[in-house]
């Protein structure tokens, strides 16, 4: 009688050999977050003649972790076409809705605008939907406290991310999905201006060119990366349009 090879130990063997690729390219990935993280820096700018003014508030995606300098984050790319506006960023790695929250707390001078970039933590450590629900309503009314013209601008399909692999890509997506709505509700209650970045996969510019407008670490944008995330901010709220005509600059 023939004896059919034995498969199991083979697939369990290439099961096990891909988990340990997977947890070393992630674990890579990870360090090198970090260390961008650890690399970043706020954009914020104090002309002498400013004639308007803009509170970012947010994570690291409004910090600008990923681009290679300040100035080419979301914040510095909106500074170098507006060179007269004042930009206070209070932004912080690794900051959910709750720590947003407490950004715009911080104080009570008013502004032009407050720009909301954020909520990626909150898709990434699983914060529960009704809890994220509540913060996000909650900043988006402390914001409309603090200035006439507020942006909320979630970033794109986190599972489109490099970083995370199927089926956790999966999973980040419907929580990206999540989070999307929550912040898309409490713009349209509070009158704030919701900026759509989610995309699905076969049509997000970041799915298709993960390696321009990804950062090393397959999580964070790009120069490239943040650059378009400005051109979709001026399409999706024209805010630059509405600071470079605020009090007449």
Not at 110 to 130: E, K, Y
Not at 195 to 204: G, H, I, Q, S, T
Not at 220 to 236: F, T
Request: positive net charge.
């Amino acid at each position: 009688m023939t004896r059919r090879p034995n498969l199991i130990r083979p697939l369990v063997l290439l099961a096990l050999l891909g988990a340990a690729a997977t947890a070393g390219c992630s674990a890579w990935k990870m360090r090198e977050a970090g260390r961008l993280a650890r690399d970043s820096e706020p954009f914020q700018a104090q002309p002498a003649s400013a004639v308007a003014s803009l509170l970012v508030v947010g994570d690291s995606t409004a910090v600008g972790t990923g681009a290679s300098d300040p100035t080419r984050s979301v914040a510095g790319l909106l500074a170098a076409d507006l060179p007269k506006l004042r930009v206070v960023n209070r932004a912080t790695d690794g900051a959910r809705y709750e720590d947003i929250v407490r950004q715009l707390q911080a104080d009570t001078s008013r502004f032009d605008a407050v720009l909301v970039p954020g909520g990626g933590n909150d898709v990434i450590r699983n914060t529960g939907t009704s809890e994220l629900t509540a913060q996000v309503r909650q900043a988006a009314d402390l914001a409309k406290q603090i200035a006439p013209f507020v942006v909320m601008m979630p970033p794109g399909n986190v599972g489109n991310a490099p970083f995370f692999w199927r089926p956790l890509a999966w999973w980040m997506d419907r929580r990206s999905q999540m989070l999307h709505t929550a912040v898309r509700q409490a713009a349209q209650a509070t009158g704030a201006t919701y900026v759509n970045l989610y995309k699905p996969r076969a049509e997000d510019p970041f799915a298709q060119r993960p390696r321009e407008l990804h950062a090393r670490d397959g999580l964070h944008p790009s120069d490239a990366g943040y650059a378009l995330w400005v051109k979709e901010l001026e399409a999706g709220s024209g805010l630059k349009g509405k600071l470079g005509k605020a009090r007449g600059a």
